[in-house]
């Protein structure tokens, strides 16, 4: 787990490990941080991992896996509780859960920007469960097509949006 108390922060992820499944043939890295849990399909579980930031105007980059998210049989979670942030990802993050685990992403204020392309924001994805809890009035997702909410072989997504949110950039 990560805590950090205050400041506004850069949290940066990526860059070594390639992934393999990255979208339309795109290479794209793996992450695991910023509230991941990974684990090991099929022998190993993926346990917790969290993220808790309690101030400041915040970014959180990365490319897969991250910002909130699970892979078998895990549990991650980001937790930001004050700020105006921003949240890029490309693909399995911004609470996704995959594969039999459970993703959370957490914003409770502040005028917050997020971004990703594949399965996130609120996606719950073969038999996982994926959580965007987001409270503040002024909240952007982008593109306004991204896969959030989808549903796959029989999963689970939440996506809770503030009363006065926007949704198109």
């Given at each position: 787990?990560?805590?950090?108390a205050q ?52 970014s959180y ?9 699970s892979y ?98």
């Amino acid at each position: 787990a990560l805590l950090d108390a205050q400041g506004s922060d850069h949290y940066f992820a990526g860059g070594k490990y390639k992934e393999l499944l990255g979208l339309a043939g795109e290479i794209r890295y793996q992450s695991m941080s910023q509230g991941c849990a990974y684990g090991l399909r099929p022998d190993l579980s993926g346990g917790m991992g969290f993220l808790f930031d309690f101030d400041g105007d915040d970014s959180y980059n990365l490319d897969m896996y991250g910002q909130g998210a699970s892979y078998w049989w895990g549990l991650g979670a980001l937790v930001d509780f004050k700020g105006n942030d921003r949240y890029i990802a490309q693909q399995y993050a911004q609470g996704a859960g995959i594969h039999m685990s459970l993703g959370c992403l957490v914003d409770s204020s502040g005028n917050d920007f997020y971004y990703s392309k594949g399965v996130s924001q609120g996606c719950g994805h073969d038999l996982g469960a994926g959580m965007l809890l987001t409270f503040p009035a002024m909240t952007t997702t982008w593109p306004p097509t991204a896969r959030r909410r989808m549903v796959p072989q029989t999963a689970l997504a939440f996506w809770w949006p503030a009363p006065g949110m926007t949704d198109i950039m």
